[in-house]
């Protein structure tokens, strides 16, 4: 019988700044966060990861990635809507464009 299947760290000795080895093992490519959620958003999140059968990590990760996906469009738009306001359209580009692309509809009743 080793340390590991007894549940005793190798190297037990937090204080000493020496956290047990198996306390990173696969995390080689991750960062560890300890966030606090409202009591409500946690209860959702357990309810609808435990549904699509995801781990906390997993769950929390997917969400983030949605929200920076997020952002980048937001931010696109800003840079589209501030590229416009230091160059508008002018309305002879407007017509023309609205023309050309209306051309081949039939007139309405």
């Known amino acids: 019988m080793n340390a590991f299947t007894i549940g005793i760290a ?13 306390y990173d093992w696969g995390m080689t490519t991750a960062s560890k966060f300890a966030i606090s959620l ?13 549904r699509k059968r995801l781990s ?4 929390i990760a997917e969400a983030v990635e949605q929200w ?7 931010d696109a738009d800003r840079r589209y809507v501030q590229g416009y306001l230091r160059s508008p359209e002018r309305l002879d580009d407007t017509t ?3 023309s050309g692309a ?6 309405w009743e």
């Open 68 to 74: 920076l996906a997020g952002q980048q469009v937001g």
């Open 10 to 22: 190798p190297t037990n000795d937090p204080l000493a700044g020496n956290p047990p080895r198996w």
């Open 38 to 50: 409202p009591a409500a958003l946690a209860k959702s999140l357990e309810k609808v990861r435990t």
């Open 56 to 59: 906390r990590s997993a769950a």
């Open 102 to 107: 209306t051309a081949g509809w039939e007139p």
């Open 96 to 98: 023309a464009t609205a």
